[in-house]
């Protein structure tokens, strides 16, 4: 049921942790490096496994046993710099970059974590100077452009940030940091429509990247970057509707709660979010709550089938069978091809008993959607009650074919298989069911002392 919405495609942020605050900016470890190949020792492969497990202490230990091991080990100087830095030792990381640089003055990274460094200890003027050096090794490195920018803002060379922003801006144009940054220094000079500009396209990119990380389960970022979405646009409703998406799958169901209200109090059209809240309330059995909003959003958008599948949904979690079949029905009537609203439909009609409607459905879904396994096996169950074993296994193997992993299809097929006479292959389906983890087909081979392993 989550459903993240966005303005335009973005791109997430690769190799790059800067993350600017929305009050004092600050500069940021790049740790891209942390997880290069190991060199000659192992321990550099066992310190960056541990650095990916966060255990810095255990990590770092690692990097100096690799460099005593190999002293000329840049790679190990690096990442146990970068470590380091986010530990707070920024002397004692400034050395390690130091040494990987004589060891490798091409390595990029580490000219990059060092500017970092002395950003840090306050040596802006040092910093700028290695973070020129990274770009003449690699001139699209976004992060040190804007780390860069950071370096000139405090040396105040607002023209030059300016300038780091916008170059940061033409080679990662989903990099909210970029425009945040530029715009404020827009404003600095006087011109605020152009900050005001920026500034809301930062605002969609900090969405957009939160939609990004939520699709690929980084949900802690994404609650990140959506935070400072609402930060600058309090008034964002769709940010507070993803928003409360990430909460929900992070647990904190409170929170989400709170966040779809907002969401609506801010856009009261939203069906979206109206679905987004019906679905948590039915989490946290209100009933009522949730069917209200379910019908808040049917009213919105009378034709969006999903509405009517959610809210069929819930009539089931609630108990009522014969409502939720009739939300199935109107779903049919709006889209005659879904194949889910026959499906769900065919599995409410089985459940009251009324087992030639939801074999006509599960029947349909086979037509509009082939590789419906379960359409298949649900099909094939009814068969079976029905006394047609040759039809049910027709059905069951054609469920096996889509998904080999089917347990219970082996088993129902086993069933029909010994009903017709063939022992042998009833008794290869319950031994599959068995190994695929089916404790009643185990059970059944157990008492009949026939093992599957």
């Given at each position: 049921?989550?459903?993240?919405?966005?303005?335009?495609?973005?791109?997430?942020?690769?190799?790059?942790?800067?993350?600017q605050?929305?009050?004092?900016?600050?500069?940021?470890?790049?740790?891209?490096?942390?997880?290069?190949?190991a060199?000659?020792?192992?321990?550099l492969?066992?310190?960056n496994?541990?650095?990916?497990?966060?255990?810095?202490?255990?990590?770092?230990?690692?990097?100096?046993?690799?460099?005593a091991?190999?002293a000329?080990?840049?790679q190990?100087?690096?990442?146990?710099?970068?470590?380091?830095?986010?530990?707070?030792?920024?002397?004692?990381a400034?050395?390690d970059?130091?040494?990987?640089?004589?060891?490798?003055?091409?390595?990029?990274?580490?000219?990059?974590?060092?500017?970092?460094?002395?950003?840090?200890?306050?040596?802006?003027?040092?910093?700028?100077?290695?973070?020129?050096?990274?770009?003449?090794?690699n001139?699209?490195?976004?992060?040190?452009?804007?780390?860069?920018?950071?370096?000139?803002t405090?040396?105040g060379?607002?023209?030059?940030?300016?300038?780091?922003?916008?170059?940061?801006?033409?080679?990662?144009?989903s990099?909210?940091?970029?425009?945040?940054g530029?715009?404020?220094m827009?404003?600095?000079?006087?011109?605020?429509?152009?900050?005001?500009?920026?500034l809301?396209q930062?605002?969609?990119?900090?969405?957009?990247?939160g939609?990004a990380?939520?699709?690929?389960g980084?949900?802690?970022?994404?609650?990140a970057?959506y935070?400072?979405?609402?930060?600058?646009?309090?008034?964002?409703?769709?940010?507070?509707?993803?928003?409360?998406?990430?909460?929900?799958?992070?647990?904190?169901?409170?929170?989400?709660?709170?966040?779809?209200?907002?969401?609506?109090?801010l856009?009261?059209?939203?069906?979206?979010s109206?679905?987004?809240?019906?679905?948590?309330?039915?989490?946290?059995?209100?009933?009522?709550?949730?069917?209200?909003?379910?019908g808040?959003?049917?009213?919105?958008?009378?034709?969006?089938v999903?509405?009517?599948?959610?809210?069929?949904?819930?009539?089931?979690?609630?108990?009522?069978?014969?409502?939720?079949?009739?939300?199935y029905?109107?779903?049919?009537?709006?889209?005659?091809?879904?194949?889910?609203?026959?499906l769900n439909?065919?599995?409410?009609?089985?459940?009251?008993?009324?087992?030639?409607?939801?074999?006509?459905?599960?029947?349909?879904?086979?037509?509009?959607?082939?590789k419906?396994?379960?359409?298949?096996?649900?099909?094939?169950?009814?068969?079976?009650?029905?006394?047609d074993?040759?039809?049910?296994i027709?059905?069951?193997?054609?469920?096996?074919?889509?998904?080999?992993?089917?347990?219970?299809?082996?088993?129902?097929?086993?069933?029909?298989k010994?009903?017709?006479g063939?022992?042998?292959g009833?008794?290869e389906?319950?031994k599959?069911?068995?190994?695929?983890?089916?404790e009643?087909?185990?059970?059944?081979l157990?008492?009949?002392?026939?093992?599957?392993?």
């Amino acid at each position: 049921m989550n459903r993240f919405r966005s303005f335009f495609f973005s791109v997430t942020l690769v190799g790059l942790v800067y993350n600017q605050a929305i009050s004092a900016p600050a500069a940021k470890a790049h740790n891209q490096a942390i997880s290069a190949p190991a060199a000659k020792a192992d321990y550099l492969k066992t310190g960056n496994e541990k650095a990916a497990k966060g255990d810095s202490k255990g990590a770092i230990a690692d990097y100096t046993k690799a460099i005593a091991v190999d002293a000329k080990n840049a790679q190990a100087y690096q990442n146990r710099g970068v470590l380091k830095l986010g530990s707070g030792d920024h002397s004692g990381a400034l050395a390690d970059f130091a040494k990987a640089i004589k060891l490798n003055p091409r390595y990029a990274e580490a000219w990059y974590n060092s500017g970092v460094a002395r950003n840090e200890l306050k040596d802006y003027s040092g910093a700028i100077t290695d973070y020129n050096k990274a770009l003449e090794l690699n001139p699209k490195f976004v992060g040190v452009y804007l780390n860069r920018a950071i370096a000139k803002t405090a040396a105040g060379d607002n023209a030059g940030a300016m300038a780091d922003y916008s170059k940061a801006i033409e080679y990662q144009p989903s990099s909210a940091e970029a425009w945040y940054g530029r715009g404020i220094m827009k404003n600095q000079a006087g011109d605020k429509d152009g900050s005001v500009a920026d500034l809301v396209q930062a605002v969609k990119a900090w969405f957009n990247n939160g939609a990004a990380r939520a699709s690929k389960g980084d949900f802690k970022g994404a609650l990140a970057d959506y935070d400072k979405a609402i930060t600058l646009s309090p008034k964002f409703g769709d940010a507070f509707n993803n928003r409360g998406n990430v909460k929900k799958a992070l647990g904190d169901q409170q929170g989400a709660l709170a966040d779809y209200t907002k969401a609506i109090e801010l856009n009261p059209s939203s069906a979206v979010s109206y679905s987004n809240r019906g679905f948590l309330k039915a989490m946290l059995k209100d009933k009522d709550g949730s069917l209200a909003d379910y019908g808040k959003a049917i009213e919105l958008d009378q034709k969006n089938v999903q509405w009517l599948l959610a809210r069929g949904q819930a009539h089931n979690v609630f108990g009522n069978p014969n409502e939720a079949v009739a939300d199935y029905t109107k779903a049919v009537k709006l889209d005659s091809k879904s194949s889910l609203a026959y499906l769900n439909r065919g599995n409410t009609l089985f459940g009251l008993g009324k087992k030639t409607e939801a074999l006509a459905d599960y029947s349909k879904v086979i037509e509009l959607d082939p590789k419906n396994a379960d359409a298949w096996f649900n099909r094939g169950f009814i068969l079976a009650e029905n006394k047609d074993n040759a039809g049910s296994i027709n059905d069951f193997s054609k469920a096996i074919e889509l998904n080999p992993g089917y347990a219970k299809a082996f088993f129902k097929r086993s069933v029909a298989k010994s009903a017709l006479g063939d022992e042998k292959g009833a008794i290869e389906d319950m031994k599959q069911a068995a190994r695929l983890g089916l404790e009643n087909a185990q059970s059944v081979l157990k008492s009949r002392k026939i093992s599957w392993q």
